[in-house]
């Protein structure tokens, strides 16, 4: 299934803010904020986000798990997230488990898209370059 022209266009705009600094030199960055990208509540978003947290930690290879807020440019629209260092086939995997359309995956310092429910991906340049404090 193809993502529409617009949503994926959101999501090639991404904005983060890290709890604090990733050492790994892989990881992903994955919600279960607003399934399917249905607004939901704050409470349903914290409670689904609280079952992917928990699978996360689940996962004995998984060295990393930050919390992100990832969003807009002024973080007027942001979703609570994590970034953990797991392999991009488990991670688009938790993805599709927690219905998120696409998830970011960065490798090397550069910051990649990726679709949870097809084959859409797209390089976004350097993560650097869309950390806010």
Same mark, same amino acid.
């Given at each position: 299934?193809?993502?529409? /022209? ?16 990733? /050492? ?6 994955? /919600? ?53 260092? @797991?392999? @991009? ?29 097809? /084959? ?14």
């Amino acid at each position: 299934m193809k993502i529409d /022209t617009k949503m994926w266009q959101a999501y090639r705009e991404p904005f983060f803010r890290f709890s604090r600094e990733l /050492t790994c030199r892989e990881f992903a960055i994955i /919600t279960a904020w607003n399934p399917r990208s249905q607004l939901m509540s704050n409470e349903y978003n914290r409670i689904k986000n609280n079952a992917l947290e928990r699978r996360l930690r689940h996962y004995s290879y998984v060295s990393v798990s930050v919390s992100v807020l990832v969003g807009d440019a002024q973080f007027c629209w942001a979703e609570e997230s994590f970034a953990a260092a @797991l392999p @991009l086939v488990k991670a688009l995997s938790l993805g599709r488990e927690f219905a998120q359309n696409a998830i970011y995956y960065v490798r090397d310092g550069e910051l990649l898209l990726f679709s949870c429910q097809g /084959t859409q991906k797209e390089h976004l340049g350097a993560l650097t370059s869309r950390c806010c404090e």
